[in-house]
């Protein structure tokens, strides 16, 4: 993929947001848009949507536990 790059979890939040975004500016898709909403950083702290934040930090640690298996298989 690339070469080991070591984040933040704030900077690993801000590049999941910048990749889905991403893939929003092509497809225009209504369900990513309102993801992304819910996903935006209020001024006062937090997500737009509180429980995003919870969800997201969950699929971080599974991600760092090895538990995701992203392989394509026939």
């Not at 929003?24 to 848009?33: A, C, K, M, P, Q």
Request: net charge negative; aromatic share 8%.
């Amino acid at each position: 993929m690339v070469e080991e790059i070591k984040l933040t979890p704030e900077q690993a939040y801000l590049s999941t947001f910048a990749f889905l975004e991403g893939i929003y500016r092509v497809t225009r898709s209504n369900e990513l848009g309102t993801l992304l909403g819910s996903m935006l950083l209020r001024a006062e702290g937090g997500t737009a949507d509180p429980a995003i934040a919870g969800e997201w930090e969950q699929a971080m640690r599974q991600a760092i536990s090895g538990s995701v298996d992203a392989r394509f298989e026939r």
